[in-house]
């Protein structure tokens, strides 16, 4: 998709399709007055006539309509003004796409000025419209013989505003969205990839080949580079799986000076079985998602690769399968981590931890500023939150503060969830330093309670990702979160250092 800024309003303006808000109770946005006005009325007939009522996800074609210089105009619904939010902006980009899906038009005019939504600019509107329409027109055919759906022809979004001196921080907003966005595609195509496509030989190649791409340094570390370094709890989980492991790093260098970077460590679990404790067969597919984390923290780099933020941030990727076999490790083996720590493993599917820690001593040599784990980690944060927000659990509050309002800011959120000492108890081991699982009870903060104790040298966050990072059922599918979100703190942090 093609996006274009422009200043002006709907009477002077030409194309194939003017899209016009109208609010429920058959009121008038600010271009539906203005196209109103200079039609004589032909709006205000139409809604008189019945056939719009402005509720949301509500749609109306009209072609023809006389003394207009566009082709076509599109009546949507955005629902009652005063309570026109963040969301109400989403799902009217949603009906934008949808109600044009079918027909030929290529290009689009929209105003901003339509979408009042309370206390946000209009660079703010322009990122999220640019995030949405390319989320909303996002499709994965790449594993069909001949694709399904019949593509829209839709191809360019102009977005106009009124007025001139926004025009700057709207081009900067539509850039940043259009990186978000791509960023996104690269997250989802990964994680939609089939588990027997995407192992962790193939994310390492991604690896390189984003660094080729972009003037990013990829290293990935073999199993054998991993033995010397001591990291036994990643390779005890890939001990179970034919696939050799990998521990891929990705390095963006923006910033002038070799300042301390920020580190973003992701989960690259390529098929989550359980292993020996094996999860049960319903929905089990689902668990080619479980590389989310290292996908996301590609996107991410590839958004702010493109962008070119003056910033110095490092991915650091552990990747292996999580497979059963006759060398996978068994409940109640102990393994020695990097950091010296044993590990007794109660549950052999309680994996992503096992390999994280490693990943999480290996960021100590970078010196970072702040180290972010991101992580299809428990199924205990679905239970938690739900769906649409990511769990946040961390060391430092400031640093939950800051990612906290990225996400507010470009509606990817995360909510924190304590990490007070009284959870550190339940991890005891009868026979080692540390058991991999807690029990039943706050699975979420006990699996963010085993990290910590590996990341006690830096700043650290961890986001389980378990609940946002894919959809089930009939859209089942990528969400490319928490790409926003991450995106977005790294934009504040350079905008804070420069
Ligand atoms: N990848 C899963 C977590 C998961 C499960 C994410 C379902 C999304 C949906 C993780 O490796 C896992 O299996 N966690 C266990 C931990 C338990 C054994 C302590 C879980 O959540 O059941
Ligand atoms: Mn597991
Ligand atoms: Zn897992």
Redesign the pocket.
């Known amino acids: 998709m093609e996006f274009g800024i422009k200043i002006g309003t709907p009477e002077k303006q030409r194309g194939a399709c003017v899209v016009v808000g109208i609010f429920e109770s058959k009121k008038l946005s600010e271009s539906a007055k203005i196209l109103d006005k200079v039609t004589q009325g032909y709006i205000k007939k139409i809604l008189t006539s019945g056939d719009m009522n402005g509720k949301v996800n509500t749609s109306l074609l009209l072609h023809h309509v006389p003394d207009t210089l566009f082709k076509r105009v599109l009546l949507i619904g955005l629902g009652n003004e005063q309570e026109f939010k963040e969301k109400t902006l989403q799902s009217a980009v949603g009906t934008v796409l949808s109600a044009l899906q079918k027909t030929a038009v290529t290009d689009v005019t929209l105003f901003l000025a339509d979408f009042p939504v309370k206390a946000r600019t209009a660079a703010w509107k322009v990122s999220q419209i640019v995030i949405q329409a390319c989320n909303g027109s996002y499709r994965f055919d790449q594993l069909k013989s001949k694709p399904e759906n019949e593509q829209s022809a839709l191809r360019k979004i102009t977005l106009c505003i009124n007025d001139r001196s926004e025009l700057a921080a709207c081009e900067t907003a539509l850039q940043q969205g259009l990186a978000i966005a791509h960023g996104m595609d690269f997250t989802k195509n990964l994680g939609n990839l089939a588990a027997n496509m995407c192992t962790p030989t193939y994310l390492a190649k991604q690896a390189k080949d984003l660094a080729k791409a972009h003037k990013l340094k990829a290293t990935v570390l073999e199993e054998k580079d991993m033995e010397k370094l001591g990291m036994g709890s990643l390779l005890a989980v890939a001990r179970g799986t034919d696939e050799p492991a990998k521990l891929i790093v990705l390095e963006y260098s923006g910033s002038a000076k070799k300042d301390n970077p920020i580190v973003l460590v992701g989960k690259g ?1 390529t098929f ?1 079985t ?1 292993g020996i404790s094996l999860k049960p067969a319903a929905e089990m597919d689902e ?1 080619k998602f ?1 590389m989310s984390g290292a996908a996301s923290v590609l996107g991410t780099l590839l958004a702010i690769a493109e962008m070119k933020l003056p910033i110095h941030v490092v991915g650091v990727i552990p990747a292996t399968e999580n497979m059963p076999s006759g060398r996978a490790i068994k409940p109640g083996d102990v393994v020695t981590s990097m950091s010296g720590q044993t590990i007794e493993i109660l ?1 052999t ?4 931890r096992l390999i994280l820690c490693d990943a999480l001593t290996y960021a100590e040599r970078y010196n970072p500023k702040a180290v972010i784990d991101i992580a ?5 944060c ?1 239970i938690a939150l739900g769906n649409s927000t990511t769990g946040l659990m961390t060391n430092d509050d400031g640093l939950a503060k800051e990612l906290l309002s990225a996400g507010e800011e470009v509606g990817d959120r995360a909510w924190q969830l304590p990490l007070w000492d009284e959870y550190q108890d339940l991890l005891k081991s009868n026979f080692a330093d540390i058991a991999n ?1 807690g029990g039943r009870a706050a ?1 979420t903060i006990t699996a963010a309670c085993f990290l910590s104790r590996f990341t006690k040298k830096y700043r650290w966050a961890h986001l389980d990702i ?1 609940g946002t990072a894919w959809k089930s059922g009939k859209d089942k599918g990528s969400t490319g979160r928490p790409v926003p979100l991450l995106t977005q703190f790294l934009i504040t942090q350079a905008n804070a250092n420069s």
């Open positions: 679990v989550d359980g668990m479980d549950n599917d309680a994996e992503g299809t980690l428990t199924g205990a679905v699982i699975g378990a």
